[in-house]
């Protein structure tokens, strides 16, 4: 990969991956730790979370002969196991009785010699924007517990402990398919569409109306913080980022000055594709981030995502 792009690899499902350039010792490593991860027919997995009945239940929705689940329930304990064995994922509730899920983040991160696996979020807490804005920082993946949760987090979980999901039980097999009545999540879902350029507006409009969405159109930033006025029941915005009179990182900071819209899902869309770019867009507020030419299917997967929270 180069460094010039924002997507995150292990988001992908990516089991290793490189930033250009790269040299001949640093391939062999990356190699070896490929074809360590393809040899072991075991998986690792951390569960930290301090209800028992809680891990019980992760442990028997995830658990299966490919998967061995190591569990704590402080992050003291969490820190040891995590120091003694190593793990292709974790799953981390932030309520933590002893330190905060973000303080163990950053005592995880402080280990040497280990690269930090996938970290799931599952936690029962309300986020402010602040700490979803944080936590995206480290965690792959949040998922609020809630409607379809432990769908979701069965799902995550074999994305990235890169599990064969037709090799799973039959009863696990069916909650991941149960998850993914792809289209019913935007059936009557309205949406805000911020974009200057009439063709995208046009060619996106179509896309969304096909799924059942209702759509709402804005060219400028000012125009779009009219029609969240008149509209105040908007499911979701996508936000275009270069736009006359009123930028996007303009338009979503002063929708976030609004209580009322502490919640409501904002994926920007840019035509750059920095590295920086993600973390600008989260800072003004965004809640993800997809770069232009639009991938449609990421860009509807995005949507699932957060329409689902």
Known sequence: SGNEYSIDPIKEGAVEYLVKPVNKKELEEAFNRIENFINR???NLLIIEDDDNSRVAMRKL???GDVKCYEASTGKDAIKAYQENYFDCIVLDIGLPDMSGFELIYELEKTKGQTMPPIIIYTGKELTREENAELQKYAESII???VKSEERLLDETALFLHRTISKLPEGKQKIINNLYDKEAIFQKKKVLLVDDDMRN???LSKILKDRGMEVFKADNGKT???SLDVQQDMDIVLMDIMMPEMD???TMRRIRTEKRYDRLPIIALTAKAMKDDRQKCIDAGAND?????????????????WLSR
């Open 248 to 250: 996007g990182y303009e």
């Open 62 to 64: 995830i658990g299966n």
């Open 224 to 226: 779009a913080l009219i």
């Open 289 to 305: 981030y997809i770069s232009k030419p639009v991938d449609v299917e990421r860009l509807l997967s995005l949507m699932r995502v």
């Open 201 to 203: 507006v046009f060619a």
């Open 144 to 146: 609020i517990k809630g």
């Open 41 to 43: 027919k075991m998986k």
